[in-house]
C-alpha cells in the first residue's frame, strides 16, 4: 500500500494561494485515480480535487475556479495549487485515491486562512 507524505500547507491571508505536494517514493497512479481531500474541525472529510484515469480532473463546487490538481510525469507526486485562499478552506489537506477503496490516511497538511 502506498502511503504518501502531504506537505506545503501553513497560515495564509485571505485571498492568498498555497501549493501543497503529495509525494511518495513509488508510483501513485492506479485505477482509482488519486485526489486531494480536505477535512475542518466539526465536519466529515471531503473531497477536494481529484485526476481519474483517462478524464478531466474533478472539482469540488466550493473550490472550481481557485484550486488546481496536477501531478508530475512519474506519478510520484502531485500537487494542489490553491489560489484566492477563503477562511472557509481551513482544514487539514491529505491525498488519497480518488475512489474507494482508500489506502491508509497520512497525517495530512494543515492549511489555516485567517487575516
Known amino acids: 500500500q502506498v502511503q504518501p507524505v502531504e506537505s506545503g500547507g501553513g497560515l495564509v491571508q485571505p485571498g492568498g494561494s498555497l501549493r501543497l505536494s503529495c509525494s511518495a517514493s513509488?508510483?501513485?497512479?492506479?485505477?482509482?485515480?488519486m485526489g486531494w481531500y480536505r477535512q475542518a474541525p466539526g465536519n466529515q472529510r471531503q473531497m477536494v480535487a481529484r485526476?481519474?484515469?483517462?478524464?478531466?480532473?474533478d472539482y469540488a463546487d466550493s473550490v472550481k475556479g481557485r484550486f488546481t490538481i496536477s501531478n508530475e510525469r512519474n506519478w510520484h507526486t502531485m500537487y494542489l495549487q490553491m489560489n484566492n485562499l477563503k477562511p472557509e478552506d481551513t482544514a487539514v489537506y491529505y491525498c488519497n485515491t480518488g475512489v474507494p477503496p482508500f489506502n491508509s490516511w497520512g497525517q495530512g497538511t494543515q492549511v489555516t486562512v485567517s487575516s
Open positions: 513509488v508510483s501513485l497512479f492506479s485505477s482509482r485515480g
Open positions: 485526476i481519474m484515469p483517462g478524464l478531466s480532473p
